[in-house]
């Protein structure tokens, strides 16, 4: 069934991805997002490559009045809530205003939603909540640690979602924690577009290729890992947007908070995503052995299998397609989307 979907932070890497996904599926899309780490030329890319529009609304999603406005000009059915902010090494320095945005953003939309009668919302969770853990894959009954502030805001915010689907029976909620979202549209003309130095391993990896950056910083080399750099999950971009359509049309399979991974269940050390991006850009990726960068764990992998019994979905995009597909939005657009 078509919805009028608010998709908040829409602009950004994964919110872009998802608006191409849910146009492309028959939905009518409204984004609110300020654009604090994202750019319009994200949603012109969005409107070009679907052949259709969506509404946008330049808006801080804290912003009550304006929030208010935009259920009130729309007759929203359901909610994708990505706007927060991300990077864990500023949330060290900057708690209070990841607590503000992620938090009381996520409370701003709750309220609204409230007002408006709308219940349905699918929300950005994060692998980070998982913390310093040593065990081999993850699954969602496996304790949360959050050793960050970004991490922890996640985790409130789910716990907070839960308290709020106890009190109204009504709503029903689906928090994604995704593990290690890189690639981008295959396209090329939508991607991951970090605004200064990228703190993530694929951003970086693609400005050296690029010639933006000098070489690789891999932060360090003796972990308990085969080639001692540390493994992720690497997901596809594309796969992260489509489970976030699929969701949709599972919100209302039964009411309260549901959470579920989103992961490939498969890992890859750094040194093993150096070599498949080299493959994709045809020439080595320069980079030098640094020391281990602080809260990092050696090892984090998903357990996909709950969304997979929930609703059959698994991942369909492999570390190749990743880098591919990363490389051609890079290789297209060096310098990031133009500016508008
Ligand atoms: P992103 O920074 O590219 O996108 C976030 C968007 O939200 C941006 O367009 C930004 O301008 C907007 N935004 C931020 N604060 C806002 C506010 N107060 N009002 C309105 N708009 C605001 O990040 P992303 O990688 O697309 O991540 C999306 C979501 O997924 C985030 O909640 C993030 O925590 C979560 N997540 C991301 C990853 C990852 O590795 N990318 C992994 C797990 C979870
Ligand atoms: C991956 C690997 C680094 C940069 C982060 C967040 C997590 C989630 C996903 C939001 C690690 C190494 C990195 C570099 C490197 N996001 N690395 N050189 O830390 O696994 O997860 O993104 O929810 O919360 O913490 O991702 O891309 O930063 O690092 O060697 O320049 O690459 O040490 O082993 P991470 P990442």
Redesign the pocket.
Same mark, same amino acid.
């Given at each position: 069934m078509p919805e009028t979907v608010l998709v908040?932070?829409?602009?950004? =890497?994964?919110?872009?991805?998802t608006c191409v996904e849910l146009l492309d599926h028959g939905h009518e899309v409204v984004v609110?997002? %300020?654009?604090? #780490?994202?750019s319009p030329g994200?949603v012109d890319a969005v409107m070009k490559l679907a052949g259709r529009p969506l509404t946008l609304h330049h808006? %801080?999603? $804290?912003?009550r009045a304006a929030l208010d406005a935009v259920f009130v000009d729309h007759d929203i059915n359901a909610v994708i809530?990505?706007?927060? !902010?991300?990077a864990v090494g500023e949330s060290v320095r900057i708690p209070l205003d990841y607590f503000d *945005? #992620?938090i009381?953003?996520t409370t701003a939309l709750l309220r609204t939603m409230n007002d408006h009668g709308v219940h349905r919302l699918v929300?950005?969770?994060?692998?980070?909540i998982y913390g310093d853990t040593s065990k081999v894959p993850l699954d969602e009954d496996d304790p949360a640690g959050p050793t960050n502030p +970004?991490a922890r805001? !996640?985790y409130i915010c789910e716990q907070l979602l839960g308290d709020a689907c106890v009190r109204y029976p009504e709503m029903s909620v689906i928090a994604? $924690? +995704? =593990?290690?979202? *890189?690639g981008a549209h295959p396209s090329g003309m939508l991607g991951? %577009?970090?605004t200064g130095v990228p703190n993530?391993v694929l951003p970086y990896m693609a400005q050296v290729a690029v010639g933006r950056l000098d070489e690789l910083p891999v932060f360090g080399n003796d972990y308990p890992t085969p080639d001692g750099t540390c493994i992720r999950d690497y997901i596809h971009?594309v796969d992260?947007a489509d489970g976030h359509r699929v969701a949709l049309d599972h919100l209302d399979d039964e009411p309260g908070l549901r959470v579920f991974n989103l992961g490939a269940g498969r890992g890859a050390s750094v040194l093993e995503l150096i070599a498949e991006f080299g493959r994709a850009v045809g020439r080595p990726i320069p980079y030098r052995m640094e020391g281990r960068r602080s809260g990092d764990v050696p090892m984090l992998i998903a357990d996909p299998g709950r969304v997979e019994r929930a609703w059959g979905w698994r991942t369909t995009r492999d570390l190749t397609a990743m880098c591919e597909d990363a490389w051609r939005f890079q290789r297209l657009n060096p310098s990031g989307y133009p500016a508008t």
């Amino acid at each position: 069934m078509p919805e009028t979907v608010l998709v908040t932070g829409g602009a950004g =890497f994964i919110g872009s991805h998802t608006c191409v996904e849910l146009l492309d599926h028959g939905h009518e899309v409204v984004v609110v997002d %300020d654009f604090s #780490n994202s750019s319009p030329g994200a949603v012109d890319a969005v409107m070009k490559l679907a052949g259709r529009p969506l509404t946008l609304h330049h808006a %801080d999603l $804290r912003d009550r009045a304006a929030l208010d406005a935009v259920f009130v000009d729309h007759d929203i059915n359901a909610v994708i809530h990505f706007a927060a !902010k991300k990077a864990v090494g500023e949330s060290v320095r900057i708690p209070l205003d990841y607590f503000d *945005i #992620n938090i009381g953003g996520t409370t701003a939309l709750l309220r609204t939603m409230n007002d408006h009668g709308v219940h349905r919302l699918v929300f950005s969770s994060s692998c980070s909540i998982y913390g310093d853990t040593s065990k081999v894959p993850l699954d969602e009954d496996d304790p949360a640690g959050p050793t960050n502030p +970004y991490a922890r805001t !996640k985790y409130i915010c789910e716990q907070l979602l839960g308290d709020a689907c106890v009190r109204y029976p009504e709503m029903s909620v689906i928090a994604l $924690r +995704y =593990f290690n979202p *890189i690639g981008a549209h295959p396209s090329g003309m939508l991607g991951e %577009d970090p605004t200064g130095v990228p703190n993530n391993v694929l951003p970086y990896m693609a400005q050296v290729a690029v010639g933006r950056l000098d070489e690789l910083p891999v932060f360090g080399n003796d972990y308990p890992t085969p080639d001692g750099t540390c493994i992720r999950d690497y997901i596809h971009v594309v796969d992260v947007a489509d489970g976030h359509r699929v969701a949709l049309d599972h919100l209302d399979d039964e009411p309260g908070l549901r959470v579920f991974n989103l992961g490939a269940g498969r890992g890859a050390s750094v040194l093993e995503l150096i070599a498949e991006f080299g493959r994709a850009v045809g020439r080595p990726i320069p980079y030098r052995m640094e020391g281990r960068r602080s809260g990092d764990v050696p090892m984090l992998i998903a357990d996909p299998g709950r969304v997979e019994r929930a609703w059959g979905w698994r991942t369909t995009r492999d570390l190749t397609a990743m880098c591919e597909d990363a490389w051609r939005f890079q290789r297209l657009n060096p310098s990031g989307y133009p500016a508008t």
